[in-house]
């Protein structure tokens, strides 16, 4: 069995910042990529960011410049630094993985509610 445990997020003002993290643990023979997708109200789940175990790295554009995607490969683990934030960006964020135990599987955090608001 697999578990992604999201941290971070919370209530910041404009131009503020704040971390999420996220990381896997269990029966994992080898995690690919990891990211997160955000889900505001009354509207489509959108991918925000991703990276691969080699690093390669996407932004959506509305968050290029100003979030940053990173990873620990050895405690697979990835982090996302939220910058700059916006009201904009306010929505619930789901960590995912891409995690090998028998099969290949995506595999989903809790969410964590990021809110901007003055």
């Known amino acids: 069995q697999v578990q992604l445990v999201e941290s971070g997020g919370g209530l910041v003002q404009p131009g503020g910042s704040l971390r999420l993290s996220c990381a896997a643990s269990?029966?994992?023979?080898?995690?690919?990529?990891m990211g997160w997708y955000r889900q505001a109200p009354g509207k489509q789940r959108e991918k925000v960011a991703a990276?691969?175990?080699?690093?390669?790295?996407y932004y959506t554009d509305s968050v290029k410049d100003r979030f940053a995607i990173s990873r620990d490969n050895a405690n697979n683990t990835a982090t996302l630094q939220m910058n700059r934030l916006k009201p904009e960006d306010t929505a619930v964020y789901y960590c995912?993985?891409?995690?090998?135990?028998?099969?290949?599987?995506?595999?989903w955090g809790q969410g964590t509610q990021v809110t901007v608001s003055s």
């Open positions: 995912y993985g891409n995690i090998k135990t028998v099969d290949w599987t995506n595999y």
């Open positions: 269990g029966s994992i023979v080898s995690v690919g990529v």
């Open positions: 990276i691969t175990t080699d690093g390669s790295i």
